[in-house]
């Protein structure tokens, strides 16, 4: 199994509904992450989270929302969704604390379609 | 704020042909830096990082990059390159708080 996994890979949604977008991880890291890609701007950070009771706001988090279920799961929602949050969505994972190497663990991504 | 420029959003190039990829940052701190790869349909897969000591840091596939302090660069390069390099290459900066921030990419498109 991947350390990092998200669910679906794939969704198409209609503009206005709800959808909410999982990451659950095995790696044991506290932190994780969510990040949206779109073509020419790079990843960008849309919450983040250094624990359970830790979250926090990204560079991009307008019409999104978070739930960090536990230290291994940390959700995405989308309210109302709307043609521009059509992207790739990535989950993330790291430890600084435990490993040192300060990198992340991605997931697979998932790939969302407003329409 | 930190942030990453990578000043080619695309770069093609022939087998075993040599490849830079150029990677610049602003930080008025210490800097730890990052190259990622994205190989098509795939996550993001951490090919090598700069932390501290040597400024040159290579990967297992051959490819390398160097820290220059002075030009605030992490150019990323590779000797000679191979079909199965073709992908998206970005370059990150961690900030003190853990965050990573992410360049907007380079496609690397290798042709036989």
């Known amino acids: 199994d991947a350390d990092v996994t998200q669910t679906p890979r794939n969704r198409i949604t209609k503009t206005g509904k709800r959808i909410m977008l999982e990451c659950s991880q095995t790696k044991g890291h506290d932190r994780m992450y969510w990040y949206r890609q779109d073509p020419g701007l790079g990843l960008r950070l849309i919450y983040y989270?250094?624990?359970?009771?830790?979250?926090n706001k990204g560079e991009i988090s307008d019409g999104y929302s978070v739930s960090r279920q536990a230290q291994a799961k940390f959700s995405l929602s989308l309210e109302s969704a709307i043609p521009n949050q059509t992207a790739l969505y990535f989950c993330a994972t790291s430890d600084p604390d435990r490993n040192f190497n300060y990198g992340y663990t991605f997931g697979s991504g998932t790939r969302l379609t407003v329409v | 704020a930190q942030s990453v420029t990578q000043l080619d959003s695309q770069v093609p190039v022939f087998e075993e042909a040599p490849v830079e990829l150029r990677c610049n940052y602003s930080?008025?701190?210490?800097?730890?830096l990052f190259w990622y790869v994205q190989y098509p349909n795939q996550g993001l897969q951490l090919l090598l990082k700069y932390l501290s000591g040597s400024t040159l840091v290579e990967s297992i596939n051959g490819f390398e990059a160097e820290f220059n302090k002075s030009q605030t660069s992490f150019h990323l390069r590779k000797p000679s390159v191979h079909i199965s390099d073709t992908a998206e290459y970005f370059c990150a900066v961690r900030e003190y708080t853990d965050k990573l921030i992410f360049g907007t990419g380079t496609r690397l498109q290798v042709f036989p």
């Open positions: 930080s008025s701190v210490s800097v730890y």
């Open positions: 989270s250094f624990d359970v009771k830790d979250i």
